[in-house]
């Protein structure tokens, strides 16, 4: 078994967005990690999440040491993450044969195999990545430069990991309600306070927010950033407890927990008053990882679906060739494939707009909120599907769907509920059109798409002028209105954007000769968006599944006859 192998939505968005130069090292890796997944990875998995980490407060002789124990399983994927596959190091460094940073891409297509086995120990790293990404864009690099060096380094010995420390109890969605407090004391900055959820508790690097003093009250604007080290220059440690470890429904093998700061030494981190500003950086960083996550635990949830209704007969015939079975797998594999289609296409486009494109800037603003809040939400309902396929043996621990099911729902929860989400799109829209921008840059994709698509784009074509529309709508209107109809709108927006992302799979697949599998799947996705399953691809569900090339007159077929009012 090898995850890369198994997964043809994989090698279309490789094929698609990775460039030639660096297609020969994207491939080495994705074929290695694939591998390490499906196997070694994935069995190291099951064990760390039937054993959790545990927390000691204290020694045998009354010292207070919050020390947290992990299983030696969990200490070998946190070698495999950092140390072998540098997933943290991959937006930062030259890593795997690379001699430049490789394309964000590489780090989300390496993350979505390795989180397939192990969904838990990806938050920590995605921290990780997103405090390194933060501290050199905001911090003095005399002063985080070395912390930087720590967090992207892949060796076990100077290696450093981070966390995020944002969530109080009166302080979650209301971040001008943080009570924690920095006070400078003539040489350092010192917090007090209490963080009410805080995962990967033992981090090395902490970035989090306090208020300062005279800054503003009940306004983001007073709270500041700052940075906390586990350790102090001197190698002693920092002045915070651990107080408990969360008994959490999933990402079992990874802790969270609650933290209480009394004088902790803290380093500023940018402006003052424009320390949530910073902070909502790495909250975008970590809400895309957030997407890429659901749409890993998607495509391993309806890999193992379908692998047990072909091994299954039920009444003299296999489950996969049983009619009602093909409907039900054929809309979990769109989804997976579409969610691929969208973060494969974020991580694409962040890097465009780290490199000064305006536009990308604009699309990845309001596309990371939009992914989150579709993706994640729709993670749970195929996870739980494709459990019920496995039927009872699906509920109980001994396959992997319980504990898919069960961190599924985590995606819509951290990083921002799926309330807050949304209202971050309609922010983006009144801020800055970035609807608009988004629209421009799919119709973009439209207007290079093959004739062979011609019935698919003409139809996106109209929704897009009708989703823009309705944007200016809401944005015209009443506040109450708007916040009340967002949520819908991100919905649709999402769809929208797989199924635009679908038919460019298609339309780059056959013009560079390999083949209509992809155009079969993008008109099944646009006739799923109607409520009903597409014949065709139902016929032809295992191309679907397996990846093979179909005839261009069968892909053809697939389109439906009402096209143009498939998404209305």
């Given at each position: 078994?090898?995850?890369?192998?198994?997964?043809?939505?994989?090698?279309?968005?490789?094929?698609?967005?990775?460039?030639?130069?660096?297609?020969?090292?994207?491939?080495?890796?994705?074929?290695?990690?694939?591998?390490?997944?499906?196997?070694?990875?994935?069995?190291?998995?099951?064990?760390?999440?039937?054993?959790?980490?545990?927390?000691?407060?204290?020694?045998?002789?009354?010292?207070?040491?919050?020390?947290?124990?992990?299983?030696?399983?969990?200490?070998?994927?946190?070698?495999?993450?950092?140390?072998?596959?540098?997933?943290?190091?991959?937006?930062?460094?030259?890593?795997?044969?690379?001699?430049?940073?490789?394309?964000?891409?590489?780090?989300?297509?390496?993350?979505?195999?390795?989180?397939?086995?192990?969904?838990?120990?990806?938050?920590?790293?995605?921290?990780?990545?997103?405090?390194?990404?933060?501290?050199?864009?905001?911090?003095?690099?005399?002063?985080?430069?070395?912390?930087?060096?720590?967090?992207?380094?892949?060796?076990?010995?100077?290696?450093?990991?981070?966390?995020?420390?944002?969530?109080?109890?009166?302080?979650?969605?209301?971040?001008?309600?943080?009570?924690?407090?920095?006070?400078?004391?003539?040489?350092?900055?010192?917090?007090?306070?209490?963080?009410?959820?805080?995962?990967?508790?033992?981090?090395?690097?902490?970035?989090?927010?306090?208020?300062?003093?005279?800054?503003?009250?009940?306004?983001?604007?007073?709270?500041?950033?700052?940075?906390?080290?586990?350790?102090?220059?001197?190698?002693?440690?920092?002045?915070?407890?651990?107080?408990?470890?969360?008994?959490?429904?999933?990402?079992?093998?990874?802790?969270?927990?609650?933290?209480?700061?009394?004088?902790?030494?803290?380093?500023?981190?940018?402006?003052?008053?424009?320390?949530?500003?910073?902070?909502?950086?790495?909250?975008?960083?970590?809400?895309?990882?957030?997407?890429?996550?659901?749409?890993?635990?998607?495509?391993?949830?309806?890999?193992?679906?379908?692998?047990?209704?072909?091994?299954?007969?039920?009444?003299?015939?296999?489950?996969?060739?049983?009619?009602?079975?093909?409907?039900?797998?054929?809309?979990?594999?769109?989804?997976?494939?579409?969610?691929?289609?969208?973060?494969?296409?974020?991580?694409?486009?962040?890097?465009?707009?780290?490199?000064?494109?305006?536009?990308?800037?604009?699309?990845?603003?309001?596309?990371?909120?939009?992914?989150?809040?579709?993706?994640?939400?729709?993670?749970?309902?195929?996870?739980?599907?494709?459990?019920?396929?496995?039927?009872?043996?699906?509920?109980?621990?001994?396959?992997?769907?319980?504990?898919?099911?069960?961190?599924?729902?985590?995606?819509?929860?951290?990083?921002?509920?799926?309330?807050?989400?949304?209202?971050?799109?309609?922010?983006?829209?009144?801020?800055?059109?970035?609807?608009?921008?988004?629209?421009?840059?799919?119709?973009?994709?439209?207007?290079?798409?093959?004739?062979?698509?011609?019935?698919?784009?003409?139809?996106?074509?109209?929704?897009?002028?009708?989703?823009?529309?309705?944007?200016?709508?809401?944005?015209?209107?009443?506040?109450?209105?708007?916040?009340?109809?967002?949520?819908?709108?991100?919905?649709?927006?999402?769809?929208?954007?797989?199924?635009?992302?679908?038919?460019?799979?298609?339309?780059?697949?056959?013009?560079?000769?390999?083949?209509?599998?992809?155009?079969?799947?993008?008109?099944?996705?646009?006739?799923?968006?109607?409520?009903?399953?597409?014949?065709?691809?139902?016929a032809y569900l295992g191309a679907v599944v397996d990846g093979t090339d179909i005839d261009p007159s069968v892909a053809r077929a697939a389109a439906p006859d009402a096209l143009a009012g498939v998404l209305q």
């Amino acid at each position: 078994m090898n995850y890369a192998h198994e997964d043809p939505a994989l090698r279309s968005v490789v094929d698609r967005w990775i460039d030639d130069s660096d297609r020969a090292l994207t491939d080495r890796l994705l074929d290695r990690l694939g591998a390490d997944a499906a196997q070694r990875l994935d069995a190291l998995a099951a064990t760390a999440n039937a054993n959790p980490p545990t927390l000691r407060q204290y020694d045998r002789d009354g010292n207070r040491i919050d020390t947290i124990d992990y299983h030696p399983a969990y200490v070998e994927l946190c070698r495999a993450a950092y140390s072998e596959y540098g997933l943290s190091a991959l937006s930062h460094r030259p890593v795997h044969g690379w001699t430049d940073v490789p394309p964000h891409l590489v780090k989300y297509l390496a993350s979505y195999l390795f989180v397939q086995a192990e969904f838990g120990l990806a938050c920590p790293v995605s921290m990780t990545d997103a405090a390194a990404r933060t501290l050199r864009m905001f911090g003095d690099p005399d002063v985080f430069g070395p912390f930087v060096d720590g967090l992207t380094s892949t060796d076990v010995d100077t290696s450093l990991t981070g966390a995020m420390f944002m969530t109080e109890t009166q302080a979650g969605t209301d971040i001008a309600k943080t009570e924690t407090r920095a006070e400078f004391d003539g040489t350092a900055w010192r917090l007090t306070g209490h963080k009410w959820f805080t995962s990967n508790p033992d981090a090395d690097v902490i970035v989090t927010l306090a208020r300062f003093p005279d800054g503003p009250e009940n306004s983001t604007r007073g709270v500041g950033m700052f940075m906390l080290p586990k350790h102090l220059p001197d190698g002693s440690r920092n002045s915070y407890t651990i107080d408990r470890l969360k008994d959490k429904l999933g990402t079992r093998s990874m802790p969270s927990g609650e933290v209480t700061l009394d004088g902790a030494y803290a380093l500023q981190v940018g402006d003052l008053d424009r320390g949530f500003r910073q902070m909502t950086e790495m909250l975008n960083t970590s809400r895309l990882s957030n997407a890429m996550r659901s749409s890993a635990l998607m495509r391993r949830a309806v890999r193992d679906a379908v692998a047990h209704t072909r091994d299954r007969e039920v009444f003299g015939t296999p489950l996969f060739d049983q009619p009602l079975m093909r409907a039900t797998l054929l809309p979990l594999l769109l989804d997976a494939e579409g969610a691929l289609a969208v973060v494969a296409y974020a991580g694409a486009t962040l890097d465009l707009a780290d490199h000064g494109d305006e536009q990308a800037k604009a699309v990845v603003r309001i596309l990371t909120p939009v992914a989150k809040h579709y993706i994640c939400k729709r993670a749970r309902t195929v996870t739980g599907e494709a459990m019920e396929v496995r039927g009872g043996c699906g509920y109980i621990e001994d396959w992997a769907f319980a504990r898919l099911v069960r961190d599924s729902h985590l995606g819509s929860i951290w990083e921002g509920s799926s309330n807050v989400i949304a209202l971050d799109v309609l922010r983006s829209m009144r801020k800055s059109g970035a609807h608009r921008a988004l629209a421009a840059a799919q119709r973009a994709l439209l207007d290079a798409a093959s004739s062979e698509c011609a019935p698919a784009v003409a139809a996106l074509r109209d929704r897009w002028d009708a989703l823009e529309a309705r944007g200016e709508e809401l944005l015209a209107g009443d506040d109450v209105r708007a916040q009340t109809l967002c949520a819908t709108y991100a919905d649709d927006l999402a769809r929208t954007v797989m199924a635009t992302l679908l038919v460019d799979l298609a339309s780059h697949s056959a013009e560079h000769g390999r083949g209509h599998r992809s155009l079969l799947v993008a008109n099944a996705y646009l006739t799923g968006l109607r409520g009903e399953p597409n014949a065709v691809a139902l016929a032809y569900l295992g191309a679907v599944v397996d990846g093979t090339d179909i005839d261009p007159s069968v892909a053809r077929a697939a389109a439906p006859d009402a096209l143009a009012g498939v998404l209305q």
